[in-house]
């Protein structure tokens, strides 16, 4: 089973700065990573997989970066409906989810 | 447009059975793998298990490996999961999810989910 882990679990920013958010997979999964985007009461939203490539409607400001174990989202001047939880997910094996970084507003 | 409509969820005592159903429709059901997904309240995403396009190939987490049951009605656009000896633990809403293609990739839809609670 690949564990994949998060950092950091909250991260405070201000609106207009850049978020900088880690995943880290326990083993190679090369670029077979997604990340998600969930508000309160909704369903997760697909924003980026092939640890780069951006889902259809993704606002540019949102980048991914990195490959085998290390990857980073990147927002790079976060609007007010950017608040909310973010997931990456592994697909180089049968999925495994990260434990979530929550995006606070400072 | 795609959708997925997951319904069955309900209250149940432990060790008793639940059926999860899921309803797509907007895209060829036939031609994707899919995935169940839960959340239990305030935690984060796990995966439960997932299915390819012919259920030729099938994966469980090890917490639901031996007691939940995935399927799938390609004629019926539906997808299921059979729950049996329910533990407090899988408590959660659980989600239905679209492959973006085979079972190994990321999930590109999903559904509302329908919350299922183990209590006595």
């Known amino acids: 089973e690949i564990v994949v882990t998060q950092s950091p679990a909250t991260l405070s920013v201000s609106p207009g700065e850049r978020a900088t958010l880690s995943c880290r997979a326990s083993?190679?999964?090369?670029?077979?990573l997604a990340w998600y985007q969930q508000k309160p009461g909704q369903a997760p939203r697909l924003l980026v997989y092939?640890?780069?490539t951006r889902a259809t409607g993704i606002p540019a400001r949102f980048s991914g970066s990195g490959s085998e174990t290390e990857f980073t989202l990147t927002i790079s001047s976060l609007q007010s409906e950017d608040f909310a939880v973010y997931y990456c997910?592994?697909?180089?094996?049968?999925?495994?989810f990260g434990g979530g970084t929550k995006l606070d507003l400072k | 447009e795609v959708q997925l409509v997951e319904s069955g969820g309900d209250l149940v005592q432990p060790g008793r059975s639940l059926r999860l159903s899921c309803a797509a429709s907007?895209?060829?059901?036939?031609?994707?793998?899919m995935h169940w997904v839960r959340q239990s309240p305030g935690k984060g995403l796990e995966w439960v298990s997932g299915?390819?396009?012919?259920?030729?190939?099938?994966g469980y987490a090890d917490s639901v490996k031996g007691r939940f049951t995935i399927s799938r009605d390609n004629a019926e656009n539906s997808l299921y999961l059979e729950m049996n000896s329910l533990r407090p633990e899988d408590t959660a809403l659980y989600y239905c999810?679209?492959?973006?293609?085979?079972?190994?990739?990321?999930?590109?839809?999903w559904g509302q989910g329908t919350f299922v609670a183990v209590s006595s």
């Open positions: 999810a679209k492959s973006r293609a085979g079972v190994w990739y990321f999930l590109d839809s």
């Open positions: 907007g895209f060829s059901f036939r031609d994707f793998a």
């Open positions: 299915i390819n396009w012919i259920s030729g190939t099938i």
């Open positions: 083993q190679s999964v090369s670029r077979n």
């Open positions: 092939g640890a780069s």
């Open positions: 997910q592994q697909y180089d094996d049968w999925p495994s």
